[in-house]
């Protein structure tokens, strides 16, 4: 089997990068994968173990405890992690993308020097609190309000869905709400909310159909006092910013879910080879064969989209369409991959101790979370002019 990394395709910085990460997905998260997804763990240990291979700080500065790296190269650990256990991507991408990225974006040099040096060195995690019950793809329905007095903001409201807000090494979570409006329109802006704030809850955790091992609340917010020097980026500016993140963002899933979706070729090229049916390996049916063939092209194509995506946003020239591209062909093919895989793998494909069955389940949120793919296609057709 030819493996991208093999390829020589990438500069030799970054496939020893992405080999470092692969040694520790196998070694480290790989063992404990299956039981923190049995018992709906969070796997603390591999966190801090992330965090000590510096990767929450990958594609941050060194001035704010930041490894140097780019945004890529987060992307390439993301792919690694991906095919072993989602949830620790998601983990290490909501931390990252979602958690400390806004406040490098758009916080100002105190906001900076108070929460990235915690959160780049995965000592803290941040939350991404966008979503309300009101409020998935249409994020401009916020309904979170946060009014001005004395001094600081009161926020009220509710968030729904959110990634790494309630562990024990949560620190924050970046909400949006509602300041006011302006020209009869909502006013909406993003404020810094510790999560030892008196007034802030985050809920019992959700029971998911996948992604087990990650930690996803609800959140409540009743009269939540923060500073007024808590806004992050400008007074108003808080959904355009959020939406700037996510575009990011759909790069980082796409990577992710290229690692899902070659995890499963993976495990589906080792099993057609020493299963035996009828007397030889399923692998020497054509009918298998060619089925893993179209899973290996599904990840290949997804991984160039991504690749392109990740170059276009490094180069600081426009990426959104290729980021919603990216994000729908790759959590689309981890989504077909998994459903393959677990076929491939007859019975034992449908026993939670597979990997294969641990994707089937991850994987359904990959076309959902971060833009649902009716979302991709909204933006990629506006982009287009439509
Ligand atoms: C495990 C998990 C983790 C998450 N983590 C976070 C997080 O950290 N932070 C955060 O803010 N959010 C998070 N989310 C929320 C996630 O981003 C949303 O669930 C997602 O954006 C969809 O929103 P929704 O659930 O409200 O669905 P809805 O917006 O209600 O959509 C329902 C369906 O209608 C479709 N639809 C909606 N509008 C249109 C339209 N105009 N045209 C065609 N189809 C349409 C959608 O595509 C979807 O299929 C998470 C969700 C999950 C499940």
């Known amino acids: 089997?030819?493996?991208?990394?093999?390829?020589?395709?990438?500069?030799?910085?970054?496939?020893?990068?992405?080999?470092t990460v692969r040694d520790f997905a196998q070694q480290v998260v790989a063992p404990v994968a299956a039981e923190h997804d049995a018992n709906h763990t969070f796997p603390y240990e591999v966190v801090k173990g992330m965090a000590?291979?510096?990767?929450?700080?990958?594609?941050?500065p060194e001035e704010f405890g930041g490894m140097g790296g780019d945004y890529f190269a987060l992307c390439l650990a993301l792919e690694e992690?991906?095919?072993?256990?989602q949830s620790v991507a998601i983990t290490l991408e909501a931390g990252v993308s979602l958690g400390a990225m806004p406040i490098y974006r758009f916080g100002n040099d105190e906001q900076k020097r108070e929460w990235l040096p915690r959160l780049t060195s995965g000592r803290a995690l941040a939350g991404f609190g966008l979503t309300e019950p009101?409020?998935?793809?249409d994020a401009g329905g916020t309904r979170t309000t946060a009014v001005l007095d004395s001094g600081e903001w009161i926020i009220n409201g509710r968030k729904q869905f959110i990634t790494n807000s309630g562990t024990?090494?949560?620190?924050?979570v970046t909400v949006t709400a509602v300041t006011g409006t302006t020209g009869g329109k909502k006013e909406i802006s993003t404020i810094l909310v510790p999560t030892s704030t008196p007034g802030f809850v985050a809920e019992p955790a959700y029971n998911k159909v996948g992604w087990n091992a990650s930690d996803t609340h609800p959140l409540s917010l009743t009269d939540v006092r923060v500073p007024q020097e808590n806004l992050l980026g400008e007074r108003g500016r808080g959904y355009a910013n959020f939406?700037?993140?996510?575009?990011e963002g759909r790069i980082a899933i796409a990577a992710l879910s290229v690692g899902a979706a070659q995890g499963c070729v993976d495990e589906s090229v080792r099993y057609a080879k020493e299963r035996l049916a009828f007397g030889q390996p399923i692998g020497r049916n054509q009918a298998i064969a060619f089925k893993i063939a179209r899973m290996e092209t599904r990840a290949h194509a997804a991984r160039t989209a991504y690749y392109d995506a990740a170059a276009l946003m490094l180069a600081g020239k426009p990426f959104k369409k290729?980021?919603?591209?990216?994000?729908?062909?790759?959590?689309?093919?981890?989504?077909?991959?998994?459903r393959d895989a677990t076929q491939i793998f007859g019975g034992n494909g449908f026993m939670n101790e597979y990997a294969v069955a641990r994707h089937y389940r991850d994987s359904k949120i990959l076309e959902i979370g971060e833009g649902t793919t009716e979302v991709q296609l909204m933006l990629i057709g506006r982009e287009l002019g439509l």
């Open 1 to 19: 089997m030819t493996d991208f990394l093999s390829t020589g395709s990438l500069p030799e910085d970054y496939r020893d990068l992405a080999l």
């Open 52 to 60: 000590d291979m510096g990767l929450f700080g990958l594609p941050f």
């Open 81 to 85: 992690l991906g095919k072993v256990d």
């Open 134 to 137: 009101d409020a998935g793809s």
């Open 168 to 172: 024990d090494i949560t620190e924050l």
């Open 243 to 247: 939406l700037r993140i996510l575009d």
């Open 322 to 338: 290729q980021a919603s591209i990216a994000k729908l062909v790759a959590s689309e093919a981890a989504m077909d991959n998994a």
